[in-house]
């Protein structure tokens, strides 16, 4: 049996025939390139896909509101109520669910957009009563000064934030120090439709001059406040968030602090 690779044919002083198989010397250069690779790519997969995510948030958020100004066209130039309220001021439940913001202007919402966030998780959503169905979900919130408010008659538009991503019930450590309470006094469950104030006994119904911060904002990890050196945002790159003039941003959660001039908010969490 002639040696392997050795071809009898072969002109004297030729080389033998490599073998027809991958050597293990080959197989762990393979495999070392793989890894590089990998190690290469993974990451920036992974942001893309982050910055994808983000960008179908955005766009949910733009085409929401968008939705809110077909609404104002037929109501005034209003902007929808946060809430439906029963005779007593609390909100409106149906089936358990609060009849908000959402309700009533998910029928214009372009049909390729949603209410949701993909890097939200399934307890940062809120609930809300909808239309056809028992209700659906939304990681968005309405800021509770510009309930009803003409868009026309605000003060400074572009600098006005009409809605933010925001997170439910505490989820995530969430700031959420002042509950909803249902017209028994029962908190609700679903308050992430609204970013009210932390003021208390008033938080959420008006602001006055003990009112620090809005609250429900996206920020992971502000159980203690959004300055805690903990709190981060939902996005990398900030809080999602649209003015009344229909530009969009995004703000840190320090930024959820807001400015009192005697029992008025100015500035970004304005009420006038």
């Excluded at 050795?6 to 991958?22: F, H, L, M, T």
């Excluded at 119904?205 to 406040?225: I, K």
């Amino acid at each position: 049996m002639s040696a392997a690779g050795y071809d009898p044919d072969a002109p004297e002083g030729a080389r033998p025939a490599k073998s027809q198989y991958i050597s293990k010397k080959d197989i762990i250069v393979i495999a070392i390139v793989l890894v590089v690779l990998a190690s290469i790519m993974i990451p920036v997969y992974k942001r893309m896909k982050i910055d994808a995510q983000r960008k179908t948030c955005n766009e949910n958020l733009h085409q929401i509101y968008s939705a809110m100004q077909v609404y104002s066209q037929s109501h005034d130039d209003r902007l929808p109520p946060t809430h439906a309220m029963t005779n007593v001021g609390a909100p409106l439940l149906m089936k358990g669910v609060p009849v908000t913001w959402a309700t009533v202007i998910e029928g214009d919402l372009n049909a390729r957009a949603g209410f949701g966030c993909e890097l939200a998780t399934p307890d940062e959503h809120c609930r809300f009563s909808a239309r056809g169905v028992e209700y659906k979900s939304s990681a968005f919130g309405m800021y509770a000064g510009m309930s009803s408010k003409v868009i026309g008659r605000l003060e400074d538009e572009s600098g006005t934030i009409v809605l933010a991503e925001s997170s439910n019930y505490g989820a995530g450590g969430s700031y959420n120090p002042v509950p909803l309470i249902d017209a028994q006094g029962i908190e609700i469950v679903d308050d992430g439709f609204l970013i009210g104030w932390d003021n208390a006994p008033g938080g959420n119904r008006a602001p006055s001059f003990m009112t620090q911060n809005v609250t429900r904002l996206a920020a992971r990890y502000a159980t203690e406040g959004y300055n805690s050196a903990t709190a981060e945002p939902r996005h990398a790159k900030g809080i999602a968030v649209i003015y009344a003039s229909g530009q969009r941003g995004s703000i840190l959660p320090h930024n959820g602090k807001v400015e009192v001039v005697g029992d008025t908010l100015k500035g970004m969490w304005r009420t006038d």
